[in-house]
C-alpha cells in the first residue's frame, strides 16, 4: 500500500478517536480542586458555629438535552443535602429504563456525577445536565 495512504488514514483515525475523546470527556475531569486556603476558612467557619450553606432549600427543576431528546429533573433540597430527584420530563430517543437508577445514585452521592450507564451515554448526559442546572439555581450565591 502506498506509504501516503497509510499515513491519511492513520491521521483520519487519530482524528475521529480525539474527536470522540473531547465530545466524551465529562466535567468531573474538568473541576479543579479547591484552594487549601478555602478549604481552611471553611473549616474555620464550621468550628465556629458559622455555617454557609451550599445550597437554599427547597425544590428546583432542571433541564439537559443534546441531539438525542431532552431530560428535565426535579431536585429537592433540605439542610444542605439532596433528599430527593426525580425525573419529571423524559424526551429521549431511547426508553427512561436505561436511566431510572440515577436519581437514586445522586442522592447517594450528593453529586451530579453519576455513572455513564452504558448505551445509554446521550441519556446519562442529559440527566446529568438536567441535575447540575437545577443545583445551580439553588445554589446560595
Known amino acids: 500500500m502506498n506509504k501516503k495512504w497509510v499515513a491519511l488514514c492513520s491521521t483520519a483515525i487519530g482524528a475521529m478517536y480525539a474527536a470522540g475523546y473531547f465530545a466524551t470527556e465529562t466535567q468531573a475531569t474538568i473541576q479543579q480542586p479547591q484552594p487549601r486556603q478555602q478549604l481552611q476558612a471553611q473549616v474555620t467557619q464550621a468550628k465556629s458555629g458559622q ?27 433540605k439542610n444542605d443535602r439532596i433528599t430527593d430527584v426525580e425525573i419529571s420530563h423524559f424526551a429521549m430517543h431511547y426508553t427512561i429504563d436505561d436511566v431510572e437508577g440515577l436519581p437514586q445514585e ?36
Not at 455555617?51 to 426535579?74: C, F, L, P, V
Not at 451515554?121 to 445551580?136: C, G, N, P, V
Open 51 to 77: 455555617t454557609n450553606r451550599m445550597y437554599k432549600e427547597g425544590t428546583y427543576t432542571g433541564t439537559g438535552s443534546n441531539r438525542r431528546g431532552s431530560i428535565e429533573a426535579t431536585v429537592t433540597i
Open 106 to 141: 445522586v442522592v447517594q452521592k450528593q453529586s451530579a456525577q453519576v455513572q455513564n450507564v452504558s448505551g445509554a451515554t446521550y441519556s446519562t448526559q442529559a440527566f446529568k445536565d438536567a441535575i447540575q442546572d437545577a443545583l445551580s439555581q439553588a445554589r446560595n450565591a
